[in-house]
């Protein structure tokens, strides 16, 4: 099935260390949202995303929808251990489609103490 | 304020078997969607039940089917399973025209 092109596919940084990862598609969103999983869990929703060019934030995380409704992007500021896991970003058609969301292949993150 | 409940937390059967998974949607939420993630990917959608019926469905076969009951909670039917139907099968609830979902921690289904 489709999915978004989500990079890079995994990162190890040090702790203390700023994170940047991005999500891109062919086709046009009119929700982002950005997700993150724990092993044996579900995802649980960082940030989520409605209009072209919105930035938002939640305590360390910014996430910005962009402009061309194409992409979306997730900084991580002065990374902790505990900010280690999968990250998706999953994009949504809204209209009659509102609960069709399709997930990137997610971004392994490794925070070394 | 219990969030998304699933059962069972695991669960293993037989090639050409058929199974049933249920969830409980968050409290107040009353749209329930079901995804489908296979080791190292991201979900992918399965179908939503919104007022006891299906209201979008994925690219999968009609062997998967799904039924919303009246207290929104919800179940998974698949049929004929494949080996390729091992995975863990994500239900998520939100209220309807909302896509910030609350996702519950899964079901694990190996198919052997």
């Known amino acids: 099935g489709q999915q978004l092109n989500q990079s890079p596919q995994s990162m190890f940084i040090q702790e203390g260390e700023d994170v940047s990862m991005n999500c891109t598609s062919s086709?046009?969103?009119?929700?982002w949202l950005w997700y993150k999983q724990d092993p044996g869990e579900g995802p649980v929703l960082l940030i989520a995303?409605?209009?072209?060019?919105e930035l938002t934030s939640n305590g360390r995380l910014t996430a910005q929808f962009g402009i061309t409704r194409k992409d979306s992007f997730l900084n991580i500021s002065a990374s902790i251990p505990s900010d280690v896991g999968i990250y998706f970003c999953?994009?949504?058609?809204?209209?009659?489609?509102?609960?069709?969301?399709?997930f990137g292949q997610g971004t392994i993150l490794t925070v070394h103490p | 304020d219990a969030g998304v409940t699933q059962s069972p937390t695991h669960l293993i059967k037989t090639r050409g078997q058929q199974v049933t998974l249920r969830c409980s949607p968050k409290s107040g939420h009353d749209t329930v969607s079901w995804y489908q993630q296979a080791l190292g990917q991201g979900p992918q959608f399965i179908f939503q039940?919104?007022?006891?019926?299906?209201?979008q469905r994925g690219n999968f076969p009609d062997r998967f089917s799904g039924h919303q009951f009246p207290n929104y909670s919800s179940e998974l039917n698949v049929n004929a399973l494949l080996l390729g139907d091992s995975a863990l099968y994500l239900c998520?609830?939100?209220?309807?025209?909302?896509?910030?979902?609350?996702f519950g921690s899964g079901t694990r289904l190996t198919v052997v």
């Open positions: 086709s046009i969103f009119n929700t």
């Open positions: 995303l409605y209009k072209a060019g």
């Open positions: 039940y919104y007022e006891e019926e299906e209201r």
């Open positions: 998520a609830s939100s209220w309807w025209t909302d896509s910030g979902y609350t």
């Open positions: 999953a994009g949504g058609a809204g209209g009659t489609s509102y609960g069709k969301l399709t």
